[in-house]
Nanobody, 124 residues
């Protein structure tokens, strides 16, 4: 059974940085495309970033472009999200997700496995 566990969230001032990690157990992540999503209070879950199984292709939401970088280390079964220049509007619970195939990386329904989430709070 695949389990995903996020870590690295916390409280940071605007302009600061955080690095989120997502560790997979139960199966190697090298067979999966991986994604990051977030959900702020009172809002729907939204796409943040995605990366193909081999790291060759990445996708970002417009809000993340130029500030966030998604990466993966398949040998460590770990996915990362480096977040720089954080803004208060980045405050949300961040989730990692894993799914097979390459289609529709920005669509939450294409992912089969989800972590429990890690809270990111950016103060102004």
């Amino acid at each position: 059974q695949v389990q995903l566990v996020e870590s690295g969230g916390g409280l940071v001032q605007a302009g600061g940085s955080l690095r989120l990690s997502c560790t997979c157990s139960g199966r190697t992540i090298s067979v999966y495309a991986m994604g990051w999503f977030r959900q702020a209070p009172g809002k729907e879950r939204e796409f943040v970033a995605a990366i193909s199984w081999n790291g060759a292709i990445t996708k970002y939401a417009d809000s993340a472009k130029g500030r966030f970088t998604v990466s993966r280390e398949n040998a460590k079964n770990t996915l990362y999200l480096q977040m720089n220049s954080l803004k208060p509007e980045d405050t949300a619970v961040y989730y990692c997700a894993a799914g097979e195939g390459t289609a529709r990386p920005m669509a939450s329904e294409r992912y089969d496995y989800w972590g429990q989430g890690t809270q990111v709070t950016v103060s102004s």
